[in-house]
């Protein structure tokens, strides 16, 4: 696996409001490999999607899309490697104003390259693709929190990513909810897309991924496949799968 074909973090530090969130972290998330971050709430798995992203600037470390770092460079400067990446944000992050077509064509239809009636064709083929094309001209309002995950990962879908990151993807569903963003998940596995997970739900991380980090008090407690977590004998880990009575109101 080449540079060009994995997004980086080296070393990256980031603090805020005099909180340290993370400290010297590295990963790497390689093309084909499906990874998940795991931590308890707060922990700064989101924060890690968010400095991939370029949305925050780490105080110090570096990150990389494909070979281009892109720490401390204006967005405008890295605009068509972070076209790699979608993100599928914890509550969908809807347009209200919008109908769901409206929302899963939006960045295309903002590109201004392709024509409406293609457009069109896209978002139906992506509605289509998670099951709900018969929503086409609801808004957000009227769909089941389920509903709205499969709208925001249509949208994500629809300029083609590489690399899809996914955050809190189950939280709040029901079991047939969780069982068909799981099921997203491997279809868009099988058909080539690479996918980074933030979460703490173990059965939803095993079901979907190869390999795993888990942060701890800031720092990159374990790395490895979902084997090896299970065999590790690491007290933050062990804590993190099987939780005791010591684990009470920490």
């Known amino acids: 696996m080449t540079e060009q074909q994995s997004i980086r973090m080296e070393r990256v530090c980031y603090s805020i409001g005099g909180r340290t969130i993370l400290s010297d972290f590295d990963m790497a998330l390689e093309q084909g490999i499906n990874r998940t971050i795991l931590g308890v709430s707060g922990s700064g798995k989101t924060t890690i999607l968010k400095l991939l992203l370029g949305l925050l600037q780490p105080q110090s470390g570096k990150i990389f899309i494909g070979d281009l770092e892109i720490t401390g460079r204006a967005e405008s400067e890295y605009r068509e490697q972070r076209k790699k990446i979608a993100i599928v944000f914890q509550g969908g992050a809807l347009f209200d104003s919008m109908t769901v077509g409206e929302n899963v064509g939006y960045r295309l239809l903002e590109d201004g390259k392709l024509s409406e009636t293609k457009i069109e064709e896209i978002v139906r083929e992506k509605l289509r693709f998670v099951g709900v094309e018969t929503a086409l001209d609801l808004y957000p309002a009227e769909l089941s929190g389920g509903m709205k995950k499969r709208v925001a990962i249509a949208r ?63 720092k990159l407690a374990f790395e490895g496949t979902a084997e090896e977590l299970k065999a590790c004998s690491l007290a933050t880990v062990r804590e993190f799968l099987q939780p005791t009575e010591a684990s009470l109101f920490i």
């Not at 709040?172 to 596995?189: A, E, F």
């Not at 997970?197 to 800031?218: N, P, R, W």
């Open 156 to 218: 994500a879908l629809a300029a083609d990513p590489e690399y899809i990151f996914f955050d809190e993807p189950t939280t709040g569903l029901d079991p047939i909810g969780v069982y068909n963003i799981v099921s997203l998940m491997q279809r868009l596995q099988e058909a080539g897309k690479t996918t980074l997970m933030v979460t703490h739900d173990l059965t939803t991380a095993f079901a979907t991924s190869q390999q795993f980090s888990l942060l701890h008090e800031s």
